[in-house]
């Protein structure tokens, strides 16, 4: 998320003072109300990380969740550009009839993708639907060509690092975190966006984002106030912060490190020691 323009608080960003003397790449280049999927941002990652080799540079994969991972082991397909009246019509159904009602359809025109997705998880369902009703192909089919796709040759060199807290400590650093980010002014970053908080209503991003919504209805006054929509976006936080080796771990076979915070330095000699055995 972190390569939305103007938008600092909502994604962590790394702030400039903390870029300095580091090159930082895919960071604040796409508009707040573009679609921009993992696979978009797997493509852009490997002509980055194989300009940055061919310089004789090492490059570092920092942040986000397994799925751009595995977006980037195991390269997705790329989708056609989205089709506003087709997304809107879908989400206007959604809106009326509910997300089973999605899912229903889906089965009935692809029985094979929504066979392979939960019922409730509605924003896949949706995509599986939008792709089904613009191009006449099963989602599924999609997906199982780009399987077939040889993943990058960099990707053999890969090496995972993850840290594994105690769930406890964990949630109360999101819990800390998200505190944080309102009295940084996370409701008044949205509504200084262009447009406000609207600019985001419809961001392809916006339903799927870890409070995002909340903020976005807290900026305009919709549904909740700062404080509901703190304790709100804290719980609608914690059972998205999962292990990272269940994601990561479908997309990679390989060694893995598991340290727990405040052993940063055992950590960095770890990654020395990788770097100088490649």
């Known amino acids: 998320m972190q390569v939305y323009r103007e938008i600092e608080i909502a994604t962590a960003k790394v702030s400039v003072r903390e870029r300095r003397g580091v090159p930082h790449h895919l960071l604040d ?53 989205t089709d506003e009246l087709i997304r809107q019509r879908i989400v206007a159904l959604r809106q009326k009839r509910g997300a089973d009602h999605l899912y229903k359809l889906l089965a009935r025109l692809d029985a094979r993708s929504a066979a392979r997705l939960h019922a409730r998880d509605w924003s896949r369902v949706q995509r599986a639907l939008e792709y089904r009703l613009q191009t006449g192909r099963a989602f599924a089919e999609a997906q199982r060509a780009a399987q077939e796709v040889s993943p990058p040759a960099f990707t053999a060199r890969l090496h995972v690092f993850a840290l594994n807290p105690p769930r406890a400590a964990l949630y109360e650093r999101i819990n800390l975190r998200t505190a944080e980010h309102y009295r940084q002014g996370l409701v008044e970053e949205v509504r200084g966006l262009p447009r406000g908080a609207s600019a985001l209503t419809q961001a392809p991003w916006a339903p799927t984002v870890t409070g995002a919504r909340l903020s976005i209805c807290a900026a305009s006054g919709r549904a909740w106030r700062a404080p509901s929509s703190r304790a709100s976006r804290t719980s609608d936080t914690t059972p998205n912060a999962s292990s990272p080796g269940f994601a990561a771990n479908r997309a990679f076979i390989g060694r893995w490190l598991w340290r727990r915070p405040g052993v940063q330095k055992h950590v960095a000699a770890h990654v020395a020691e990788l770097l100088r055995s490649d």
Request: one cysteine or more; aromatic letters at 14%.
């Open 29 to 81: 280049f796409v508009a707040p109300g573009e679609r921009y999927t993992a696979g978009d941002w797997a493509r852009d990652a490997v002509r980055t990380i194989n300009d940055i080799e061919s310089r004789g540079k090492c490059a570092f994969i920092v942040g986000g969740s397994g799925l751009y991972l595995r977006a980037l082991r195991r390269p997705f397909f790329e989708s056609p550009p």
